[in-house]
């Protein structure tokens, strides 16, 4: 049975229950010892012992947020303490925004590579998505747009790279979600080096959007999943995290019943989805993917830019790379998807808008 909590009675309930995942100091240190296993920090045996200590202090004191400061002019309480990386990546969305809005500036394009496989990593070869981004970011250049190459490889081939889940504070109330994500870094529970702060402005100040992924299990990729689940708070987050005083549920649910207008903090931008599978599920996938982008707010460049191919059908997965060097079509089917997504953002941003986009939305969630 769950307990509750409100702040009045006429409030929805938050509800509570799950019980405490606090560790003991003991559970904590073997947990935390465990990244010196390497017999090469044994010379540093005192040393880690001491920052063992410090971080266990740090894990019972719940040190989150390590630097912050007033919230100042504009926000909701401006005397309310905002983490300072918080603060710097909202001027970066902010900057990134500006430029966005720039019809003079160069169009911009966010090419994602979506597969984690690398010849970096255990996987020891290149992936079909690389090569394929690879074939759009040339025909991209040619139409004359910056790419910048978002490669979701990098979470598994780069040391300190990383995408913390989401916590689905939205689930309890959509303004208790941060827009940018406030959750992390969360210093105390070593939840740093959090790479959605650098990847929100990204996003932000691209003009156009392909993702190119394969299928695994019939998803996407857990790598592109994390960053879906991540950017929920594109998709009507709170700009002001001084109005719900941080993380209170309670306030955070008044303020939503009052009336949210769940802002889209990434409209207008355009997009291309290509899945590539070898046996089942790429549609799926192409279609969710799809799916997932116009219901945030941003606009398909059209059907030559939604592609969903098999390479290699059913044959062995040692012999991939050589069916998509056969498979002439599909190359040049990319080709025309990167060229369509650039021709239909170049006419999003010369004016021209999706019809029925001046029609109010008759449910604003």
């Not at 040619?142 to 598994?156: F, K, P, Q, R």
């Not at 080709?335 to 021209?352: C, K, Q, V, W």
């Amino acid at each position: 049975m769950d307990s509750t909590s409100s702040s009045s009675s006429t409030s929805p309930i938050v509800r509570i229950g799950q019980g405490p995942v606090a560790l003991s100091r003991e559970e904590f240190e073997r947990r935390y010892r465990e990244q010196f296993a390497d017999p090469a920090f044994a010379e540093a045996k005192d040393a880690v012992d001491q920052i063992t200590r410090i971080a266990a202090d740090a894990y019972a004191g719940h040190h989150k947020n390590i630097s912050s400061r007033p919230a100042g002019p504009g926000f909701h309480d401006p005397s309310y303490e905002l983490s300072t990386d918080w603060l710097d990546t909202r001027a970066q969305i902010q900057a990134a925004q500006q430029a966005f809005d720039d019809s003079s500036g160069r169009t911009r394009m966010l090419l994602i590579n979506a597969s984690p496989r690398t010849d970096e990593t255990c996987p020891g070869e290149n992936s079909k998505s690389h090569r394929l981004a690879g074939i759009a970011r040339t025909a991209l250049e040619a139409e004359g747009c910056d790419i910048d190459l978002l490669d979701l490889s990098l979470l598994s081939a780069e040391y300190g790279r990383r995408i913390f889940p989401c916590k689905a504070c939205v689930s309890t109330a959509m303004p208790l979600c941060h827009w940018p994500c406030s959750c992390y870094p969360n210093h105390y529970m070593g939840q740093v080096q959090d790479w959605m702060n650098e990847l929100y402005p990204r996003w932000v100040a691209a003009h156009g959007i392909m993702i190119i992924t394969p299928v695994h299990w019939f998803q996407v990729p857990s790598g592109l999943k994390l960053m879906i689940d991540r950017l929920v708070c594109a998709d009507g987050g709170n700009p002001d995290p001084t109005s719900t005083a941080g993380k209170e549920a309670a306030l955070a649910k008044e303020i939503e019943i009052k009336g949210w207008d769940y802002p889209k903090h990434l409209a207008g931008r355009v997009f291309s989805v290509i899945v590539h599978g070898d046996a089942e599920g790429a549609g799926n996938v192409r279609r969710n993917l799809h799916d997932w982008l116009t219901g945030i707010g941003l606009i398909s460049a059209g059907p030559t830019a939604m592609l969903d191919r098999y390479i290699g059908y059913f044959e062995p997965y040692a012999t991939s790379h050589e069916a998509l060097d056969r498979d002439t079509a599909l190359q040049e089917e990319v080709r025309h998807a990167a060229i369509t997504l650039a021709r239909a953002t170049a006419e999003m941003r010369s004016g021209r808008r999706p019809p029925g986009e001046d029609l109010p939305a008759p449910r604003m969630k």
